[in-house]
């Protein structure tokens, strides 16, 4: 996937005319960088596992949901809290998914080394319980967890530690090759707990269209014109570089995250404030719920974080916590 930077290196792409690929980052402008500098990344330190069973009807018939959940494909969360011990420990987050074919997956990640990575549904249990969620977890929860240790050997076990995030910022590079283009993981990976791999990938795509379309429409049918390059690439960053900000300055949020090279983790500490501020205001006001939907589902932008009315709701909240 990250190919495209070894095929400009290999061919002589991405630097000043007649400069060595070392060659002196002061003498780029407007912004611009050398190729060997376009990739930054920083490492949250990410653990997760997953284990997944294929259920027998009878059996998941009888796992312990309330009434209400019976029926519904849905999926549990449940975090620890924002305490500063939370946070410190690597605040945990557990999930609990039902899918389709009898499918049914238990999920737990956290951030750093702190906690031990949980192999099995008994260890899965400890790991649940040491939580220390705003609100404590249902009894029903562990009566599934029960009922799923009891079959534990039946689950396909994936234990994972994320590699860091990567950011290859194509927009920024000089002398690309007009036919040039990178979409998707091949630009950006992001902590994959924000779920913007489909709305990121979608996103690059329409940058495309759109570049493909200017160049149509300019009268260039036969040959791509010699900025299509550098045209899709600042299309692409106008609708997904603002996916890579958001997430990174919430990733600097936790202690364990190593930020990129020359920043500090205290970048965006007031606009991670109001996010979480925002985040508890979601289940009390409409308009913030709508929000925080559209922006994780990709709909929206985190511009709309800042709604003038949405703006006093969470001030207003913020000063009567403090």
Not at 54 to 65: I, N, Q
Not at 156 to 165: H, Q
Request: net charge positive; charged share 20%.
């Amino acid at each position: 996937a990250r190919v495209g930077l070894k095929w400009l290196q290999r061919h002589g792409y991405g630097y000043l005319p007649d400069s060595a690929p070392s060659s002196n980052p002061q003498n780029y402008t407007n912004g611009t960088l050398p190729l060997d500098q376009l990739k930054i990344s920083l490492d949250q330190k990410l653990r997760y596992t997953s284990i997944i069973f294929r259920l027998r009807p009878e059996f998941h018939d009888r796992l312990p949901f309330p009434p209400h959940l019976k029926n519904v494909k849905q999926i549990c969360t449940y975090m620890d809290d924002g305490s500063e011990e939370s946070i410190k420990a690597g605040k945990g987050m557990f999930v609990l998914v039902r899918a389709d074919g009898g499918h049914f997956c238990a999920f737990t990640g956290h951030y750093g080394s702190t906690r031990s990575q949980p192999t099995n549904i008994t260890e899965m249990k400890a790991y649940v319980r040491s939580f220390k969620p705003k609100k404590p977890i249902p009894d029903w929860i562990f009566g599934i967890l029960d009922m799923l240790e009891d079959i534990q050997d039946e689950g396909s076990v994936s234990a994972l530690k994320i590699p860091p995030t990567t950011y290859v910022q194509y927009h920024r590079a000089v002398n690309l090759p007009s036919n040039f283009v990178a979409l998707g993981d091949s630009v950006i990976t992001v902590n994959p707990v924000f779920g913007e791999g489909a709305a990121k990938a979608l996103r690059c795509a329409l940058s495309l269209h759109k570049t493909l379309h200017s160049a149509l429409s300019s009268g260039s049918k036969d040959t791509l014109q010699p900025d299509f390059s550098v045209n899709f690439f600042a299309e692409a960053c106008n609708k997904t570089d603002w996916i890579w900000q958001n997430t990174r300055l919430t990733d600097y949020g936790l202690p364990t995250t190593e930020p990129i090279a020359g920043e500090s983790l205290s970048s965006g500490a007031f606009l991670r404030r109001y996010g979480n501020h925002m985040q508890s205001l979601a289940p009390k006001n409409e308009l913030a719920a709508w929000v925080l939907y559209t922006i994780i589902a990709g709909l929206g932008t985190p511009i709309d974080a800042l709604h003038p009315r949405l703006i006093l709701r969470v001030l207003w909240s913020m000063c009567w916590s403090s």
